[in-house]
């Protein structure tokens, strides 16, 4: 087979039906179709179902053995085949398109043909985004134009006219992926090539309603066995497509039961009941039995009735609810009688206005064989052929990633849409970024993003490429998918708030210090690296315990710091700008001066002892006592408290109990409340609310000294 717009080349037209495979050959001659071999074979198991392949070997099998007995009659060999799917899980689109041109100019084929495609892409998308199963993939296997649009008016024909704008409202048919692979399966298992693929009512509409009586509202029905497919014309085109899953088989199923016989004894019986008036059978036991013409279509009333039912019921939701002028029927399921009767009672049209379509609709149709027999069954496979000079939808394959993918060839194909079909991931194609890190700094969220990857790496047939490189039938398209770049991060120390400081005055001197980050509520370095979800708080103050540890240093013992010149502990918080004092040493013993601090707390009393008793022997001399005997007694007293100072300076145990559990504390010669954090499990620097702190049932201070046999208390109290 040749080019479409060859007059002389042979088209090869399959009607693959549920019943039987017919095979047409034949070329177009002016304005006629010349059909030079014809051949029709029954399906010798049911391989094919309601217009769905089940069995596609066997399928193939009748194929080649139909393009064999064509073969022989044309005298050559045939390569390839045009082919009709049923609308089993037709679905339609109608949808509106413009072509804006860059300047007026006149039209010609080739921007009608743009205008075409653009049309069918934009009824696949507009199908995509209304379709609700994702994992089924659909074909457009059909278009047809209902108007043209010149310059926003309403046109016939656009070829030859001038214009600035050209649009079309246009009608898109799509069918599921598993029927157009079955067909195309078993085609290529016949050692066949697809040239072409339609559907089955816009092959019979070719010949049943030419175009010139497409201004009427007219409905075609193509009864076949497995499925009755639906077409409506108006205003001079097809407006709509349609399809019911009741066919003759229904009737054959209903013979084969009250007969008792196998299916295909039953598919005999239907059709002579047409032209028979005693039809002879034999039942499954062997008994040799007649049934009247009469039994048979009273027998099937109920089941024509029926499919006239569905049947009309879809051609009014076609049409706008409403009915049809007239319908044709055509197909064999059609012949079965009563059909037309009860399909014009349930339309309410009159019943010469609902007929079969034969013989009067093939007059531009020429017979080389002239034995063949004209009637409603060749219209379909002969519209199969006409088609193909109308209209070439094929779909071709290509190579992507090593694996065969099909797509509907519309002339204008790139990379995008192979990947598409081969469900490559779409963001394959541009650059990742890495993982993100998400955070809060202070209670405010914060993102880093990651780094980013390197594009897709793209060849049609080893040449570099893009996704917008056009390609064509058996390209080899790789694809190296896009990468993501190296995930986010970030340490604590690159955190800007990270970087400030507080200012603080120790012993006088302004100090700079680095602030610290509590994550988690744990405090860590610079050098933390930061994790998705962390609570990060840069602190805003220093207690004096950091303090000592961030400057190094060393208290001497008993020293008290002042904050503010008030009072401090360790816990203390020392905010910007506020002063610290405290008296520091270099770790050697050193005496203390004491005459600033607010108050003695009784530990230290040799001399305020000291000074008492030298003022008590002043008064005793004035009132005459012997001077030096009140000295001797008050060197005594000092001897005496001297030893007893030197004996308290020794280290001593304190036994105490804690949360009521007994404690030992060592190594000092006294002790302050803040001593027993190195005996107990309480850290103070995971806070979990407010530190409480009791001795004896009564608050305490961290600096207080505590004494033998002492109870305390400390735990958290939750903050409200």
């Known amino acids: 087979m040749g080019e479409a717009n060859n007059p002389n080349q042979l088209v090869y037209g399959l009607d693959i039906g549920t019943r039987s495979i017919v095979g047409t050959v034949g070329y177009k001659r002016g304005d006629k179709f010349v059909v030079v071999a014809q051949c029709n074979k029954e399906h010798e198991t049911r391989a094919m179902l309601d217009g769905q392949i089940h069995d596609i070997g066997k399928v193939s099998e009748t194929i080649k053995e139909v393009t064999k007995r064509l073969e022989e009659q044309i005298g050559g060999t045939l390569h390839r085949a045009c082919i009709a ?10 949808v509106h398109s413009e072509l804006d041109l860059e300047e007026e100019k006149e039209i010609n084929e080739e921007d009608i043909y743009t205008l075409h495609s653009i049309a069918i892409e934009d009824a696949y998308k507009e199908f995509l985004s209304k379709q609700d199963d994702a994992d089924m993939k659909f074909y457009c296997v059909g278009s047809s134009v209902v108007r043209y649009y010149l310059n926003d008016f309403a046109i016939s024909n ?21 029927v157009v692979d079955g067909l195309y399966k078993a085609v290529e298992m016949s050692d066949l090539d697809v040239a072409n693929l339609t559907l089955e009512p816009i092959a019979a509409i070719q010949l049943a309603i030419p175009e010139r009586f497409r201004l009427l509202n007219i409905a075609l029905v193509d009864v076949g066995a497995g499925t009755s497919d639906i077409s409506i014309t108006k205003d001079g085109s097809i407006i709509a497509f349609g399809m019911i899953p009741t066919a003759g088989d229904t009737l054959t199923e209903k013979i084969a039961n009250h007969c008792m ?5 039953a598919e005999i019986i239907k059709r002579k009941a047409d032209t028979e008036a005693n039809i002879e059978y034999e039942d499954i036991m062997g008994t040799k039995l007649t049934i009247k013409r009469e039994e048979v279509i009273e027998l099937l009333k109920e089941n024509v009735d029926e499919m006239a039912t569905l049947a009309a019921d879809k051609i009014k939701e076609l049409n706008g609810d409403k009915s049809v002028g007239a319908v044709f029927v055509v197909g064999g399921g059609g012949i079965v009688p009563g059909y037309t009767d009860a399909l014009a009672d349930k339309l309410g049209l009159a019943r010469e206005r609902v007929a079969l379509r034969g013989k009067e609709v093939m007059n531009d149709i020429v017979f080389e064989n002239t034995e063949l027999k004209v009637d409603s069954l060749l219209v379909t496979p002969i519209g199969i052929c006409l088609n193909f000079y109308e209209e070439c939808n094929n779909f071709i394959f290509v190579d992507f990633n090593g694996t065969k993918v099909k797509l509907y060839n519309n002339n204008n194909l790139t990379v995008m ?11 394959g194609f541009f650059p990742k970024s890495g993982t993100e890190l998400d955070f809060t700094v202070n209670g405010k969220a ?79 370095s610079e050098y933390y690296e930061i994790q998705s979800g962390d609570i990060i708080e840069i602190l805003d103050y220093y207690t004096v315990e950091q303090i000592e540890t961030f400057m190094d240093i060393t208290t001497s013992f008993g020293s008290v710091c002042l904050v503010n010149n008030k009072p401090a502990d360790a816990e203390t918080k020392v905010y910007e700008n506020f002063s610290v004092t405290w008296d520091v040493t270099d770790g050697s013993e050193q005496d203390i001066s004491y005459d600033s601090l607010p108050e003695d707390d009784g530990t230290y009393v040799k001399q305020e002892k000291a000074d008492t008793d030298a003022a008590a022997a002043n008064e005793e001399a004035e009132n005459g006592t012997d001077a030096d005997a009140v000295n001797g007694d008050a060197d005594a007293k000092i001897s005496k408290e001297d030893d007893e100072e030197t004996e308290h300076t020794q280290p001593i145990e304190c036994k105490l109990f804690v949360n009521n559990n007994a404690i030992v504390l060592r190594g000092k010669s006294k002790y302050v409340f803040v001593d027993i954090f190195d005996y107990i499990d309480f850290d103070l620097s995971k806070p979990q609310g407010n530190v409480v702190t009791k001795v004896n049932g009564r608050d305490a201070e961290y600096m207080e000294q505590v004494h033998e046999g002492d109870i305390i208390e400390v735990y958290w109290e939750k903050k409200e």
């Open 158 to 178: 656009l070829e030859n006219h001038k214009a600035k704008k050209i649009g079309v409202d246009m009608i898109a048919t799509f069918l599921p992926n598993d």
């Open 417 to 427: 849409e192979a990947a598409m079909q081969a469900d490559f991931p779409s963001n």
């Open 261 to 265: 016989i196998d299916f295909n004894g």
């Open 85 to 94: 799917a049923a609308g089993r899980v037709l679905r339609t689109m109608q």
């Open 446 to 524: 914060r993102m880093v993003r990651g780094g980013m990857g390197e594009p897709a790496i793209i060849h049609v047939n080893g040449n570099a490429a893009n996704l917008h490189s056009p390609i064509k039938e058996n390209d080899i398209i790789t694809v190296k998918e896009s990468t993501a770049g190296e995930a986010a991060s970030a340490t604590i120390g690159s955190l800007s708030e990270y970087k400030s400081i507080i200012k603080v005055i120790v012993n006088d001197k302004n100090v700079e210090l680095p602030k610290f980050a509590a994550v988690n509520g744990e405090l860590k």
